[in-house]
């Protein structure tokens, strides 16, 4: 079954020297290539600066042994290797047979191109196992996106017991270090850096989901020295929403490998003679140009090549979401009320949350029986609709449909569509249970009472929600070794609902959720339109939250909300200048009572939502700088974001605490055009005295500016136009 479709990268046309036997991508500023050596291994041969297509890349030579402790297995840089022969190095590939062979060498077969991508086939023609492997590179960014197809192709059943997308080998060194994000609800996106050193470090989702412990995502750089604007940085990402691991190593010669796939954790996929199982994608590229070069390129290729629509695809409407307010207690006259309050603000898009379908009243029943409460509703949504519509606004519907409150006739009716095994605790997680979305019944279920909802409203939003871990992950309906294949089922099934539902509602788009921010990776992000960094909306915590969120994914999806002051999370107090300052930096959302909010509010949001919108092109769709990182609780922060025609630039500064009496850092914009003129405009907040109107690029990037911040929470924000 074939995972998450995405629209195809810009491919480059790779290339393939039959006298050396080796393979070469060229795409952007990368260069990727791989040879066949005597032993007809497949091996890395080079990854990173673009080369002359003239330069010499191979042969490809076998390791060397060392020792009888290090043979060639544990030393060579193989492309995909199987656990087999004396390999004791990270396999990408380990399976059994039914017979008790366990030994899988993958030699060189074929290879095809077609289309822009190079299929090479491995096989182990005794065992009788063939594995395909796909490579793709994106013109505009060098990005290689890499999976694998196992098929076998023998007369006994096998199974799977790890099984990679990839494995990335970097040049030898000995001064690399690794970054990545971690997290917990509330608290996501937080950025580590490590050296690397002979060992492993694992990332890693036993979850079921991809979970925001660690996200699926990797930088790797080498001198040891993070800057944003130079070094060479390798960063890669996995489109995986299910169970995933990614594992950095080191060996004995200092040649470090990154390998990732399905987490191998109560992993089992059977394949009977005939069948096969394709990995899900991993993508990788390489720059010189630093962190941020990375993280831009990342971005890029996300907008044009992952996210759905590419470069056509429509700016985030200004919405508002009405949970803050109401909560479960939602009706239709109360959402009416809050919907002319927002319309009155210039928002876009409106959304009822949690509690208007079911037996909703509260997270303790109703979670499954997706059609509307008649007591809240009593004429369905139409009247509502009707009138937000009436409003000029679009409408949407927070949904969960992957889970089942134990108290609902969903589950009533069906106890055995939950994951379960016979006769054990089934735990429960904010009172609901998950539904086992790998049998076909489930989904068909899903697929039909989302399709009639979509079908019989005029719903142009879906926010969809994922709110607890799986536990017990049984799969009684099959036979005991095909029950592991959960893992991949489930989550297939995952793209091949959210994939219908586009096709059969085009208009329709949908948000990625889970608690927040714990299944944002590029499977998901292929099929939905935003996502949802964090349930944690305090203004200040939001700023590291952005700041970690925007290091692997783009602003185009990341949503970011105005709520209340004191923030629910923190009971902090803000303004609501520096709350709308800090969600404007992604697509801009509103989640406070509107009810609550006072004249002057009005005025404030009002004025901050038609900035917003002379501006959200360069945040959505522009470049990303980070000029002053938030990480580990720092007093400032800011970035700037400059539109790809490079006519408007557009900067956001925060000060948390002062402390000293300290000025604001002097601000150096990046990204300008260093020839043209740029006149200034302030959104909010002022420069120091005798700070020029307008200047050339060259001086806001080298001279800089200085912001008149003052005191605890206070921000600016800054406009450049090109005169």
């Not at 590419?310 to 919907?339: I, M």
């Not at 944002?520 to 952005?546: C, H, K, Y």
């Not at 043209?676 to 080298?702: C, E, F, K, L, N």
Request: proline letters at 5%; hydrophobic letters at 40%.
């Amino acid at each position: 079954m074939p995972l998450a479709a995405a629209p195809a990268p810009r491919s480059a046309t790779p290339r393939y020297d039959a006298a050396s036997h080796v393979f070469r991508l060229d795409a952007g500023k990368v260069t990727y290539a791989m040879g066949v050596d005597e032993d007809g291994r497949l091996q890395t041969l080079y990854w990173g600066a673009r080369l002359a297509g003239d330069d010499p890349l191979g042969p490809a030579m076998p390791a060397r042994e060392r020792s009888s402790f290090d043979p060639k297995g544990a030393l060579s840089r193989q492309e995909y290797a199987g656990w087999g022969g004396n390999i004791t190095a990270m396999p990408a590939l380990k399976v059994k047979f039914d017979d008790g062979n366990r030994d899988l060498v993958l030699r060189y077969d074929s290879y095809t191109i077609d289309h822009g991508a190079l299929a090479i086939v491995l096989r182990d023609k005794q065992a009788g196992v063939d594995v395909t492997l796909r490579y793709t590179a994106d013109e505009a960014t060098g990005i290689i996106g890499r999976s694998a197809r196992i098929e076998n192709k023998g007369k006994q059943p096998l199974t799977i017991d790890s099984a990679a997308a990839a494995t990335w080998s970097l040049p030898a060194g000995s001064d690399y270090s690794l970054r990545y994000l971690t997290g917990t609800w509330a608290g996501e996106w937080h950025l580590q850096t490590r050296a690397i050193t002979p060992g492993a470090t694992v990332l890693e989702s036993r979850r079921g989901s991809t979970s925001d412990e660690n996200n699926p995502w990797f930088a790797i750089n080498r001198g040891g020295a993070w800057d944003e604007a130079s070094g060479d940085v390798w960063f890669g990402a996995l489109a995986w929403s299910g169970s995933w691991r990614i594992r950095v190593d080191e060996d004995i010669l200092g040649q470090v490998r990154v390998t990732g796939g399905f987490n191998p954790f109560d992993f089992g996929y059977r394949l009977k003679p005939g069948e096969a199982l394709e990995t899900p994608v991993f993508y990788g590229g390489y720059t010189g140009g630093g962190m941020g070069e990375a993280s831009r390129l990342l971005h890029r290729f996300e907008k044009t090549a992952i996210l759905p629509h590419g470069d056509e695809a429509k700016l985030r409407p200004v919405l508002y979401n009405s949970w803050e307010a109401t909560e479960f207690k939602v009706d239709d006259a109360g959402q009416q009320r809050l919907a002319e309050k927002a319309a009155a603000l210039g928002v876009e898009r409106f959304v009822v949350d949690d509690g208007w379908f079911g037996a909703r009243n509260n997270d303790h029943a109703g979670l499954g029986d997706w059609t509307v409460n008649r007591t809240k509703f009593p004429n369905g949504l139409k009247p509502l609709i009707d009138k937000v519509h009436g409003l000029k606004m679009s409408f949407g519907l927070w949904v969960e449909p992957e889970m089942v409150n134990p108290d609902s006739d969903l589950y009533r009716a069906h106890p055995d569509w939950v994951l379960n095994f016979p006769d054990r605790q089934r735990s429960e997680g904010r009172n609901q249970l998950v539904l086992n979305l790998a049998r076909e019944d489930v989904k068909a279920h899903l697929f039909e009472v989302l399709d009639k909802l979509l079908t019989e409203n005029d719903i142009q939003f879906l926010k969809w929600d994922y709110n607890r871990n799986w536990s017990e992950p049984g799969w009684p309906q099959m036979a005991p070794d095909e029950q592991q294949k959960v893992y991949v089922a489930y989550t297939h099934n995952l793209y091949d609902i959210l994939r219908r539902l586009r096709e059969k509602h085009p208009g329709v788009e949908i948000e990625s959720c889970s608690g927040g921010g714990a299944r944002v990776d590029l499977g998901v992000m292929a099929l939905t339109d935003e996502v949802w960094p964090s349930d944690n909306t305090d203004a200040s915590d939001r700023l590291s939250i952005q700041d970690g969120f925007t290091q692997a994914y783009t602003p185009a999806a990341m949503m970011a909300w105005v709520t209340g002051s004191p923030s629910g999370m923190n009971q902090r107090p803000t303004t609501l200048d520096f709350r709308f300052l800090s969600a404007m930096q992604g697509g801009l959302g509103i989640g406070a009572n509107l009810l609550d909010w006072t004249a002057t509010d009005d005025a404030t949001a009002k004025r901050y939502v038609a900035e917003y919108k002379t501006i959200r092109a360069t945040v959505q769709r522009g470049d990303l700088y980070r000029l002053l990182s938030p990480q580990g609780r720092a007093p400032w922060s800011a970035t700037n974001s400059v539109s790809a025609d490079r006519r408007q630039a557009v900067l956001f500064a925060f000060q948390r605490q002062a402390e000293e009496a300290r000025a604001f850092p002097t601000l150096r914009l990046q990204g300008l055009d260093p020839a043209a003129r740029y006149r200034v405009r302030y959104i909010h907040g002022s420069a120091v005295p005798g700070t020029p109107d307008a200047a050339s690029g060259a001086y806001w990037m080298q001279h800089g500016i200085d912001l008149a911040l003052k005191g605890d929470f206070d921000a600016a924000g800054v406009v450049f136009e090109k005169r």
